[in-house]
């Protein structure tokens, strides 16, 4: 069994500190004679290069004490967002922009964000939306060609890295990924109408498990409403409609047949509260209300996930009017 380090090796005595600090210093010299250096400011003399020192211990905690810091913090959520693809980071990015005051967590199956939107179509890399979906390109200071009904984004990777990376600056978001939502929390109120009050999750790998191992309790993150992302059926698609659908509190109908120009327009137009407490988004949408499949055009996931947002919005302050919180 390990044994803790004695104290004065986790900490080195200031001396020593000091000493490492000043040794460093002097091996990291900046290289002024590399062609790199001028084209990025942090380049080192190889030869006499080191990093500060550190014990895996220290990693580790870096790690978990933050990651715990989270899950206590995001236990209670103003809006969770179920997947990360283009319709959930979307409106993930609006809210948090929108509301800085309000604790925003996105639950993501997959160890990577993105869904279906790392590609734009195929194996085609370029990413096609149709306007006026071209204002969320300019929102996020992103390059396009202009081809008149539509615009061009030169690889669907850099739309939804800049996305993620610019909704995951702001202080009010967590990801929280490698997780996946398997069920979701009701209430039911003394007039009888059962609400979405939050959601139940676990590691995906868990998840994936439960048939073979056993005691492997979930999670739970309360909320006052939840948004729906998790794309069109699936191994793990369409989940919140689906667990939905199997209880009978919604109706299921599948995603029709590819038709672009209804598609995108319908699936904005009804991004709304399918349920109460839960909005639905993207593709997902399509299982809900069967609108046509789409192909591959972003233009309604990004605005159906900003149309999320706002309708989201909507719900929870009605939710906080309403107080109905019995716990
Ligand atoms: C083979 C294939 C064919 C496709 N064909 C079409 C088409 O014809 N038309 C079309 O419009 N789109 C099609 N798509 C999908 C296309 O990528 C989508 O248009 C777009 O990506 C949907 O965006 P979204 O944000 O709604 O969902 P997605 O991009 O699918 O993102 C959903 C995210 O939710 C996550 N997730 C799912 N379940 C859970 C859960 N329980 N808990 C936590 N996270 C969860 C997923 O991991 C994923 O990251 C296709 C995709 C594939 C792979």
């Known amino acids: ?11 080195p005595t200031k001396t020593v500190s000091e000493q490492a600090t ?6 990291n010299v900046f290289n002024a004679d590399s062609p790199v250096s001028k084209a990025v400011s942090a380049v080192y003399d190889w030869d006499t290069f080191k990093f500060a020192p550190i014990r895996e211990s220290t990693v580790s905690r870096a790690m978990t004490r933050r990651y715990f810091a989270d899950l206590d913090k995001y236990a209670e959520s103003d809006i969770v967002i179920v997947g990360a693809g283009s ?55 992103l390059e396009y ?23 995951l600056a702001l202080p009010n978001v967590k990801l929280f990924n490698a997780t996946c939502v398997e069920d979701l929390i009701t209430r039911t109120t003394d007039s009888g109408e059962t ?19 056993s005691c492997m309790d979930p999670n739970t993150i309360n909320s006052k409403v939840i948004i729906s992302c998790t794309g069109h059926d699936g191994p793990m698609g369409a989940f919140c409609v689906k667990r939905l659908a199997e209880l009978g509190l919604l109706k299921r109908n599948h995603m029709g047949c590819l038709d672009m120009n209804r ?20 593709m997902e949408l399509s299982e809900c209300d069967s609108h046509n499949r789409m192909g591959p055009t972003f233009g309604a996931m990004v605005l159906s996930g900003v149309k999320a947002a706002e309708e989201a919005l909507k719900v929870y302050e009605l939710r906080k009017k309403q107080d109905i919180e019995s716990y």
């Open 263 to 282: 598609a995108e327009d319908s699936i904005v137009k009804n991004t709304r509260e399918v349920f109460p407490g839960l909005v639905c988004a993207g």
């Open 87 to 141: 319709a959930g980071l979307s409106a993930a990015y609006v809210l948090g922009k929108a509301r800085p005051d309000l604790k925003i967590a996105i639950i993501e199956a997959n160890v990577a964000v993105g869904g279906g939107c790392f590609l734009g179509g195929q194996l085609f890399s370029a990413m096609v939306l149709r306007k006026p979906a071209d204002s969320f390109i300019r929102e996020l200071g």
């Open 1 to 11: 069994m390990a044994v803790e380090a004695p104290s004065s090796i986790v900490a």
């Open 145 to 167: 060609e202009d081809e008149g009904d539509y615009i061009v984004v030169k690889h669907a990777a850099l739309f939804i890295t800049t996305l993620c990376s610019k909704t």
């Open 22 to 27: 000043l040794s460093l210093k002097q091996r």
């Open 195 to 213: 609400r979405i009050a939050g959601v139940v999750t676990n590691w995906t790998l868990v998840s994936m498990h439960h048939d073979d191992q």
